[in-house]
């Protein structure tokens, strides 16, 4: 049975930081890209940043800078370390295991809040 299980969201004032954590079982993580993506009320879930197996990131511009996504294989763990946060960031953040040809996978999503 396959799980990706997020962590560490919550409320925080703008400017803050936030470090989400999904870890996956039941894959054969190394192999799969991951990516964290974004959803607010009434608009479409949306790729914050990814990490695609074999190296290298991306990012949607508005988090270019204020934003890093990493993996630890051994750990079948990605993050989202999260800096300068702003209210736009606030949104459900969902991780997602993808690998071509293959189901996708959606963790449960975690809530982060900026707001003063």
């Known amino acids: 049975q396959v799980q990706l299980v997020e962590s560490g969201g919550g409320l925080v004032q703008p400017g803050g930081s936030l470090r989400l954590s999904c870890v996956a079982s039941g894959i054969i993580f190394n192999m799969y890209d991951m990516g964290w993506y974004r959803q607010t009320p009434g608009k479409l879930r949306e790729l914050v940043a990814s990490?695609?197996?074999?190296?290298?990131?991306n990012y949607v511009d508005s988090v270019k800078g204020r934003f890093t996504i990493s993996r630890d294989n051994a750990k079948n763990t990605v993050y989202l370390q999260m800096n300068s946060l702003k209210s736009e960031d606030t949104g459900v953040y969902y991780c997602r295991a993808q690998r071509s040809g293959l189901r996708n996978y959606w963790g449960q999503g975690t809530q982060v809040t900026v707001s003063s």
């Open positions: 990490m695609p197996s074999g190296g290298g990131t």
